[in-house]
């Protein structure tokens, strides 16, 4: 009964080579986020999408894209991964943006970069 | 800016109580919440405060400070599986997507 599932659960990419993460969600929930984080780090939230309606994070490079083409799966697409990229990306889904929705996170992928 | 700020690594004993401090600053603040994150694992919500006092679930409870900009996570009768990393987040404003803004962790090392 897994709710939010990502895959694959590791990747490994060269460096430059585009790379694509997938998440998909079993809750039928409205907002779904991609997080990087980073060894020792906290997750820093790199976009959102409410339904259809995506938001970047000032600060996420133009290297990070994200598509949603239902309700189900979010994508993340890494267009020219740099060693810098290497993370845990998390994927994180709530049912609305009000104050007590919990945010469930899948088990993430952990991207390697050669 | 955003701040929120908890220690890099506590240690405790089995059995005994730990609290794990957060203080925060941010632009917005729509709750606080609390997740435990095992090594190589999702995180996992533990508990959600929005108003000041205490909230208390089985061994864990949570406490907040609004006009301190203060939570901390008490965890009693320690055991061997409560080794993980704790993170405090603190939500955002509905305006600013909901977001989760989080500290860094307090890596928990719970021993014999």
């Known amino acids: 009964d897994a709710m939010v599932i990502q895959n694959p659960r590791y990747q490994v990419t060269q460096f430059g080579k585009p790379v694509t993460l997938s998440c998909s969600q079993t809750l039928n929930h409205n907002v779904m986020y991609w997080y990087q984080q980073k060894s020792s780090q906290a997750p820093k939230l790199l976009f959102h999408?409410?339904?259809?309606?995506?938001?970047n994070e000032a600060d996420t490079p133009d290297n990070f894209q994200s598509r949603r083409p239902n309700t189900s799966f979010c994508f993340l697409d890494i267009r020219s991964p740099g060693l810098g990229d290497a993370a845990m990306y998390l994927c994180?889904?709530?049912?609305?943006?009000?104050?007590?929705?919990?945010?469930?996170f899948g088990p993430g992928t952990r991207l390697l970069v050669l | 800016g955003q701040n929120i700020d908890q220690p890099t690594e506590m240690t405790a004993t089995e059995g005994a109580i730990v609290q794990i401090n957060c203080t925060y600053q941010t632009s917005g603040f729509n709750g606080l919440f609390w997740y435990q994150q095992h090594a190589g694992e999702a995180p996992t919500f533990l508990s959600y405060n929005v108003l000041d006092g205490l909230e208390e679930k089985g061994r864990f409870s949570s406490f907040l400070s609004r006009s301190k900009g203060y939570s901390y996570l008490l965890l009693k009768e320690l055991q061997m599986k409560d080794s993980a990393s704790y993170l405090c987040a603190v939500r955002g404003l509905y305006n600013q997507g909901g977001k989760l803004i989080f500290g860094q962790g307090t890596e928990l090392s719970v021993k014999p």
């Open positions: 994180a889904t709530s049912r609305d943006f009000l104050p007590r929705e919990t945010q469930y």
């Open positions: 999408y409410y339904d259809k309606d995506f938001n």
